[in-house]
Every structure is written in structure tokens, then in C-alpha cells.
């Protein structure tokens, strides 16, 4: 399905309004992961409309995450832009933000905008700050390296057939947070199901847990 938006005023964009989700008492409506600073925006503008970027979040393969600020309404969100802007991907875009834009939960993340402006097209959401699912409920919380290379990381070359490896065991879980996060893990995608969505892309990385221990689904790309 193709969809050709009418030529639009930079300063005047077309937004489409997704419901206000219940805020949480005491959270902060803030963040997905670390950048590097104001120079992580990999030759981004530095403003879309009301929107300045902060930094680069993290990226897929439809589009790439920014920390913003909401210069009109003085908050930071989340904004997610396309990587290339055809029918395809503006069709996944709006259908991403239409299947879950009526869905409201305290453990899903909130959709706030569908933003036309000019020739580029966002979605806008809650800003979350947290670590990944799979780091909170263990032990310990530090951060691991990604599994790269089965945990090797850049020694993965080096190893020789003389080398014996020693197992990489993760930290052990704690019952406590794991039994905890899972209710809550639960009931946001249960509220997907109840709405007639299901989320085809739940995993660690697209699921963060607040310092206030909030759990939240992220990105509903696959919706």
C-alpha cells in the first residue's frame, strides 16, 4: 500500500495523536539506552520540526531511534525516523503506530505522534530510561558485553586449537526481580493480546526494566 503525503510546510507539520498512557507515580519520563553525545547523529539534522535531537539511540532495520526534545512541550521523547522514506517502509511505519497507538498500558511504551514534516516522517513516544530485561534480573546488574562471537569479543581470533575454553556462565538470576518483571512482562503483552496485537519481535533488547522497576515493551515494529 502506498501513501503520497501532500507537499507540507516544514513548519506546520501533519501529526496524527496516539492516547496519553497513564503516567506511573514517581517515574521519570525519560530513556532506551546510552549515546555518545550531540555528534552520535550519524548526518541527522539536528531538528525535525519541534523536535532536537539529542543523540542516536540504536537502529534496525526500518529506522533509527533518537533521543529528542520536545521544544514546545519541554519533555524528551523518543523518535524513531526511517532509514529511506518509500511506500513500503511509510506503510510499515504508519501501520506501527496505528496498531498500537490505541493501546495503552503502564508496561508498554507510550506512543505519543505520527509526525509528517516536509519529506520526513516519525513516530514520536515516551523517553525510557532502563536497563535490558535480561540485565535486571540477575545478580549481577553490571554491564556485559554483548554475545559476540559466543562472549569472545575480539579474542574469538586469536584462539587456537591448542586453547581449551572455559564455559561463559552468566550471573545467576535473582528470583526476587525475575518473578516480579515476569508479571509485569506479562500483563503488557497481555493487553497486546486483549487488543488483538502480538508483538512478533519480544526479546531482551526490546523489553527495559526503570531504576523504579518498571518494566517496559518496546517497539512494536512487528505488531
Not at 505522534?113 to 514520536?124: C, K, P, Y
Not at 497481555?190 to 519481535?201: E, F, I, N, P, S
Request: glycine fraction near 10%.
Amino acid at each position: 500500500m502506498a501513501y503520497s503525503p501532500p507537499p507540507m510546510n516544514a513548519d506546520d507539520p501533519q501529526r496524527m495523536h496516539a492516547p496519553t498512557a497513564p503516567s506511573e507515580p514517581g517515574a521519570r519520563h525519560v530513556t532506551w539506552s546510552e549515546g555518545r553525545g550531540p555528534e552520535d547523529l550519524d548526518g541527522a539534522p539536528r531538528r525535525l520540526g519541534r523536535y532536537e535531537l539529542l543523540r542516536r539511540l540504536g537502529s534496525g532495520g526500518m529506522g533509527v531511534v533518537y533521543a529528542a526534545l520536545d521544544r514546545e512541550r519541554g519533555r524528551r521523547v523518543a523518535l524513531k525516523t526511517l532509514r529511506k522514506l518509500d511506500p513500503s517502509s511509510l506503510y510499515r511505519l504508519k501501520n506501527e503506530f496505528r496498531a498500537a497507538a490505541g493501546v495503552t498500558h503502564p508496561n508498554l511504551v507510550a506512543l505519543h505522534e505520527l509526525v509528517s514534516d516536509g519529506d520526513q516522517w516519525f513516530i514520536t513516544m515516551e523517553y525510557v530510561e532502563g536497563v535490558r530485561f535480561s540485565q535486571y534480573v540477575r545478580t549481577d546488574t553490571s554491564e556485559r558485553p554483548e554475545d559476540t562471537d559466543h562472549g569472545l569479543g575480539g579474542l574469538a581470533d586469536s584462539v587456537t586449537e591448542n586453547d581449551t575454553l572455559q564455559p561463559l556462565r552468566p550471573p545467576a538470576l535473582d528470583p526476587e526481580r525475575l518473578r516480579g518483571a515476569l508479571v509485569q512482562l506479562v500483563n503488557g503483552v497481555y493487553a497486546l493480546h486483549a487488543a488483538g496485537k502480538l508483538h512478533r519481535d519480544l526479546k531482551s533488547s526490546n523489553v527495559l526494566v526503570t531504576p523504579a522497576g518498571r518494566v517496559v515493551v518496546l517497539d512494536f515494529g512487528l505488531v
